[in-house]
């Protein structure tokens, strides 16, 4: 599927069907999230494919927007340490894979473990060191349909992109002549805690600066590395080669400053 189309219509799944997942799936997953894993430095992945015992353990404390999802098994963002970065690049990389979830079959959404007691998470999902802040329900969804975002619960790029200070805001015309505006225009369709959409983008000659507004704790991070995930494919898609470097400043000040990225 391509990106584009991916974005207008990835919604999260609340509600799976009571199925276990293919024991061949589940070896593709096992042999995904090793490889994943291997390749981070600050993060890792935690699975767990007993979800009744996930789901009785977490009931009640962990979840979406308060309410624990129930779903055949769970896949935890393990971050090594406190650095903004590692939340950033976790929640990037944990984006990835739910594309990669998406051509196995199954469905996913993010849940907060933020307040659920310490003992109780390193019991679910057996580790030792870290930190896990949110996991992933997945399994085969209740149903199949696929549901396109609207447009009208989204900020407009006026809103969130902006040329050299945050006092000047992106036109239209302005992103055609840049070859930015198809990418913007489905940058939209990416998702965010409670769809606050907090990230802003300045572009400042060929350097696009990446920004949180109003930064309020971790899932603005999150929300930083889901974005620069979704830009870079999208760029990809437009034949823009780009790379994030990220360097999170996060001062006393309305927009903090997360990454950017040559273009």
Request: hydrophobic share 40%.
């Given at each position: 599927m391509?990106?584009?189309?991916?974005?207008?219509?990835?919604?999260?799944t609340r509600s799976f069907k009571n199925k276990e997942i293919k024991k061949d799936t589940v070896k593709k997953l096992y042999e995904l999230l090793k490889e994943k894993s291997e390749n981070l430095n600050n993060c890792g992945f935690l699975f767990n494919n007993n979800g009744d015992i996930v789901f009785e353990q977490l009931e009640?404390?962990?979840?979406?927007?308060?309410?624990m999802i129930k779903s055949p098994a769970y896949i935890a963002l393990n971050t090594f340490d406190d650095n903004p970065k590692s939340y950033i690049e976790g929640s990037y990389h944990m984006?990835?894979?739910i594309t990669e979830l998406e051509e196995l079959g199954l469905?996913?959404?993010?849940?907060?473990?933020?307040?659920?007691?310490e003992t109780v998470k390193k019991t679910v999902f057996n580790y030792n060191?870290?930190?896990v802040d949110y996991a992933l329900s997945i399994g085969y969804p209740q149903r199949n349909e696929i549901h396109e975002n609207s447009s009208s619960d989204r900020i407009g790029i006026d809103k969130?992109?902006?040329i050299d200070d945050f006092y000047t805001p992106a036109t239209i015309e302005e992103l055609?002549?840049?070859g930015l505006d198809d990418l913007f225009y489905y940058l939209r369709f990416a998702p965010s805690t409670y769809n606050k959409q907090p990230w802003r983008f300045v572009l400042d000659g060929d350097i696009v600066k990446l920004y949180t507004e109003d930064y309020s704790g971790v899932e603005n991070l999150v929300d930083c590395g889901i974005i620069m995930y979704y830009f870079k494919k999208l760029a990809e898609s437009l034949a823009i080669d780009t790379k994030w470097d990220i360097d999170p400043k996060l001062e006393d000040e309305k927009y903090q400053y997360i990454a950017e990225t040559r273009i």
């Open positions: 391509l990106m584009n189309n991916f974005l207008k219509t990835r919604t999260s009640g404390v962990g979840g979406y927007q308060g309410l984006e990835d894979l469905a996913s959404c993010w849940i907060s473990l933020k307040d659920v007691d060191s870290g930190k969130f992109v902006f055609e002549l840049r």
